[in-house]
Nanobody
Framework: QVQLVESGGGLVQAGGSLRLSCVAS????????MGWYRQAPGKERELVAG???????NYAESVKGRFTISRDNAKKTVYLQMNSLKPEDTAVYYC??????????WGQGTQVTVSS
């Protein structure tokens, strides 16, 4: 059974930081591309940051220079370090795993709320 379990969300003031974690089980993590997405109320889910199995990174323009994605294959965990948070970063953040072997899976999401 595949599971992606996010943690680390919460309430923070503008300018603050949070680190999200997503622990995977039931997949071969090292061959999976991992991504963080977010969905704000009334908006579509959007890519925040992605990291491929060989370490290539991509970021949404809105978070470049503020957010950093990383992965620890030994711990089957992907992280999202979020600095200089803004109220517009408020959303539910989801972890996603993709691989040709396993297909696509989503986590259940973690709420991030940034107060002004």
């Amino acid at each position: 059974q595949v599971q992606l379990v996010e943690s680390g969300g919460g309430l923070v003031q503008a300018g603050g930081s949070l680190r999200l974690s997503c622990v995977a089980s039931g997949i071969i993590f090292s061959i999976s591309s991992m991504g963080w997405y977010r969905q704000a109320p009334g908006k579509e889910r959007e890519l925040v940051a992605g990291i491929t199995s060989d370490g290539r990174l991509n970021y949404a323009e809105s978070v470049k220079g503020r957010f950093t994605i990383s992965r620890d294959n030994a711990k089957k965990t992907v992280y999202l370090q979020m600095n200089s948070l803004k109220p517009e970063d408020t959303a539910v953040y989801y972890c996603r795993a993709d691989s040709a072997l396993h297909g696509r899976y989503w986590g259940q999401g973690t709420q991030v709320t940034v107060s002004s």
